[in-house]
């Protein structure tokens, strides 16, 4: 038996009511290396006497509500930021949620080494962004960072962090908050399986991306010094020098081999993607945690959603979600 789906759009222009939008068809979706949510939403200029005239406009806030618990439960807010309309009277309206802040406010910040999580609470406060919860992290490069977005700098200043430890760290908005950690928190832990709720499955290999070599090379102007060569001695054999090579400064020299040993564990790994498609579940975005059972692909286990698309028709709800397939917080 099929869940008894039920959502409504509403959509509010500053200092007025919120009203009801009709729309045939709302696409939901983020991912761990968007900054923002995203909601489209498909509607329709007055198309009979049925389907009211509708009047939104760029700026109008619009929200999506799900009703599946049986009270009204609000499952994205944000402001309607593209619109378009054609000839036929359809209109196409997509709204991003607070992450829009994160992309379109610009950074000018010295960093002097101190920890990732006290840089990162320094930017957020520039810009009058609430902070939800940032755990701590550990110290990152000296660096001045500018020309870039908030979130921009925020990635880079996470990726250096997955570069020395080979932990990664992800940043996400929840409720008009901003938190940064290596998993985000859950109260179920929701199953997808053959038989039942799941639709498809879809699972890739590739050694595309990987490395096998290690390349430690001295940031001297003047002539290039290889200082280190890190060796995966297995995968090279297997799969032939594949040579990454990256520059340390004169300071890291001493952690040289430390840093290539990272950056060869990060690298030398076959990657791996998988999707499934099922019947939508409200609570299950980028960043929770699902089970997953499919004989053919063999997935089989917990997964971490790396990225989702719930697609929202009347009286019906489907998803789509790219699986983190790393372990370790990775």
């Known amino acids: 038996m099929l869940p008894r789906y039920h959502y409504e759009v509403r959509f509010q222009k500053p200092g007025k009511q919120a009203l009801l939008l009709p729309f045939s068809e709302a696409t939901w979706s983020g991912s761990r290396q968007e900054a923002k949510r995203s909601l489209a939403v498909k509607t329709n200029n007055g198309r009979d006497r049925f389907w009211p005239d509708v009047n939104v406009e760029e700026g109008d806030l619009i929200e999506l509500i799900s009703f599946m618990s049986g009270t009204p439960r609000s499952l994205f807010t944000g402001m309607i930021v593209d619109l378009g309309r054609t000839a036929k ?11 829009f802040y994160l992309l379109n406010n610009d950074v000018a910040v010295v960093s002097t080494g101190e920890a990732a999580d006290q840089l990162l609470k320094r930017i957020f406060a520039q810009h009058g962004i609430p902070v939800g919860g940032i755990g701590a992290m550990p110290a ?23 570069r020395s430890t080979g932990v990664r760290y992800w940043c996400w908005i929840d409720q008009g908050k901003i938190y940064v950690g290596t998993q985000r928190g859950q109260t ?17 290999r590739s ?18 010094s290889v200082l280190h060569d890190e060796v995966d001695s297995i995968n090279a054999k297997r799969y032939g020098h ?20 990272q950056e060869l564990q990060n690298l030398s790994r076959v990657k791996e993607q998988a999707s499934v498609t099922s019947l939508g579940i409200d609570d299950v975005i980028a960043g929770t945690k699902i089970e997953v059972y499919e004989e ?14 719930h697609t929202i028709r009347p009286g019906y709800h489907e998803m789509k979600l790219d699986l983190q397939m790393e372990v370790n917080g990775r």
């Open 140 to 162: 990152v490069e000296k660096q001045v960072i500018r020309g870039k977005s908030v979130w921009d700098a925020v990635v880079d200043v996470l990726n250096q962090v997955f």
């Open 296 to 309: 053919i692909t063999k997935l089989q286990g917990v997964f971490t959603v790396f990225g989702d698309s």
């Open 188 to 204: 179920i832990q929701w199953k997808v399986q053959q038989g039942s709720n799941l639709l498809n499955a879809e699972r890739k």
């Open 89 to 99: 009277g359809d209109i196409n309206a997509v709204a991003y949620d607070f992450g």
């Open 242 to 261: 594949l040579v990454k090579v990256i520059e340390i400064q004169d300071e890291d020299r001493g952690n040289k081999i430390e840093v290539a040993k």
């Open 207 to 224: 050694i595309a991306d990987m490395r096998t070599v290690v390349r430690v090379v001295g940031s001297d102007s003047e002539y290039i």
